[in-house]
């Protein structure tokens, strides 16, 4: 069974603080990793892909991998009310079936 | 707004009806997914269409019956449902079926009464 795990939290932040979302999978040969943010009554919205060991950067957002360890994170800088969501991590597990492995999600408070 | 448009948002029906959730994407994606999603829990994949021609069908049973007329299309046909299959629909569309991202439509929210 391929097994996407996230802490479902709530997870609070103060306004302006760092938020860093956990992620870990359980199978090894997975090759692709996205963060989607869900707002409740929302759909998911795509805010970070990875595939390669390291971290990306976009704007306010950092996404960090690593594959020997089998954790993706998710690290929200200058934290915001607005980003106040739901965070899933999402994984394409081995077989290019392209069948996304879902978590459970972590839902982010912002506090200002 | 999304790339992926989805139609109705919101849809009533009784477990009697025939109806049907529409999805339509313009970006060239080859392709679709439909998703089930209860509240508070993750999206749960129903069928994914690679090139026009279902790939995966995730054991969902026949009151829903998926279709994709051309590469810019995907229904959703239902019929008979049950009342926990009340929930929110979403479609998706990668530019191919192996590691690219998914990107979602608003749904449509569907309550069985």
């Known amino acids: 069974q391929k097994e996407v795990e996230q802490n479902s939290g709530p997870l609070s932040v103060p306004e302006g603080a760092i938020a860093s979302l956990n992620c870990t999978y359980s199978?090894?040969?997975?090759?692709?990793f996205f963060w989607y943010r869900q707002y409740s009554g929302k759909s998911p919205e795509l805010i970070m892909s990875?595939?390669?060991?390291g971290d990306k950067e976009d704007g306010r957002f950092t996404a960090q991998l690593n594959k020997a360890s089998q954790y993706v994170s998710l690290l929200i800088r200058d934290s915001q009310p607005s980003d106040s969501a739901t965070y899933l991590c999402?994984?394409?597990?081995?077989?290019?079936?392209?069948?996304?492995?879902f978590g459970q999600g972590t839902t982010l408070q912002v506090k200002p | 707004d999304t790339e992926v448009t989805q139609t109705p948002k919101h849809l009533v029906m009784g477990m009697t009806n025939k109806k049907s959730l529409k999805c339509e994407q313009h970006?060239?994606?080859?392709?679709m997914y439909w998703y089930k999603q209860k509240a508070k829990k993750p999206p749960e994949l129903m069928f994914v269409?690679?090139?026009?021609?279902?790939?995966i069908n995730e054991s969902v049973p026949s009151r829903f019956s998926p279709e994709c007329p051309n590469s810019s299309l995907l229904n959703l046909h239902l019929h008979a449902l049950q009342p926990e299959d009340s929930a929110l629909y979403l479609c998706?569309?990668?530019?191919?079926?192996?590691?690219?991202?998914?990107?979602f439509g608003d749904g449509t929210r569907l309550s069985i009464l």
């Open positions: 269409y690679s090139y026009e021609k279902l790939s």
């Open positions: 199978d090894r040969g997975s090759q692709s």
């Open positions: 998706a569309s990668s530019q191919d079926q192996v590691l690219r991202p998914q990107h």
């Open positions: 999402a994984v394409n597990p081995s077989g290019n079936t392209g069948k996304l492995i």
């Open positions: 990875i595939y390669s060991n």
């Open positions: 970006m060239g994606h080859r392709a």
